[in-house]
């Protein structure tokens, strides 16, 4: 059993690295923010466990930390258990969830290695919402997307909302900035890549149309807004839509990735 050590003030200094999270959330990007990777809840943290991410601590209530003991049995890292009254204090807000786990980051994953070993990939451009970016990594690990590729303006996956949302599969599905962009798409096409940009354009081939047409794919998706940049669309190979009824143009990003993820790979 993993050795359970009680904290019992949220001044404790060995909960530091759960401390202030709805402040300082540890993104990298941000003063003071030490890049670490946060699971929130008995799912997502069971998933860092397993991770290749250096587990740091667990800090969490007693009935939680219980649903965990055969995931952490053997893990040679501190257990903190504490009060939910306490550890609302410590993290900056109420968590639900009831468990917290934090990691070191590690290397990711080379991008030649990760284009290697696929036949379907997501690259994204400009998809700054941690929310939707969350979303699209669960997206892609349920159906089948073997990686994910972050042009610019992308947001960080291993920050702490796009980790929760995703249920942790941004731990599981490989990603790697696709620099430079979008000549870097070139490397895509130059190993069978067939680059296609998702877009509400009339003029572009209907979804099942490039399904039925096979090979390897990358899916080119845009940011919520303004959707992918002229820059991207030119560079890719084929335009495609997903057909929708009269009178709506386009879904949120992560759904439309859903639906065209399913096409692609999902079946």
């Known amino acids: 059993m993993a050795q359970r050590i009680p904290i019992q003030t949220a001044g404790d200094p060995r909960a ?22 946060i699971a929130e809840g008995t799912v997502v943290v069971r998933r860092l466990l397993t991770s290749p991410y250096p587990v740091r601590s667990v800090l969490g209530v007693a009935r939680r930390i219980d649903d965990l003991e055969p995931d952490l049995a053997g893990l040679d890292v501190p257990v903190y258990t504490t009060s939910a009254e306490v550890m609302a204090e410590i993290v900056g807000f109420h968590l639900n969830r009831g468990v917290l786990a934090v990691a070191d980051r590690a290397p990711q994953p080379a991008l ?68 430079p962009w979008p000549d870097g798409l070139n490397l895509l096409k130059d190993k069978g890549f067939r680059v296609a940009a998702l877009t509400p354009r009339e003029d572009s081939v209907p979804l099942p149309q490039l399904a039925a047409d096979g090979g390897k794919i990358a899916l080119l998706l845009g940011s919520e807004g303004p959707g992918l940049t002229a ?11 997903i057909p929708m009824a009269e009178g709506v143009d386009s879904l949120n990003v992560a759904t439309a990735a859903a639906v065209a993820f399913y096409e692609l790979a999902g079946r």
Do not use: Q, W
Not at 16 to 37: N, Y
Not at 145 to 172: A, I, Q, T
Not at 231 to 241: E, K, N, Q
């Open 112 to 179: 030649a290695g990760i284009v290697a070993a696929s036949k379907v990939l997501a690259v994204l451009e400009g998809v700054g919402d941690h929310e939707n970016l969350g979303a699209l990594f669960r997206n892609a690990a349920a159906l089948g997307v073997d990686g994910v590729l972050l042009g610019p303006g992308c947001s960080d996956p291993l920050y702490r909302r796009s980790v929760r949302v995703s249920m942790g599969n941004v731990l599981r599905v490989p990603f790697a900035a696709l620099e």
């Open 16 to 37: 530091d690295d759960f401390r202030h999270l709805s402040t300082a959330d540890r993104r990298p990007d941000r003063p003071g923010g030490r890049g670490f990777v």
């Open 231 to 241: 820059d991207a669309l030119g560079a890719a190979d084929v335009a495609v839509r």
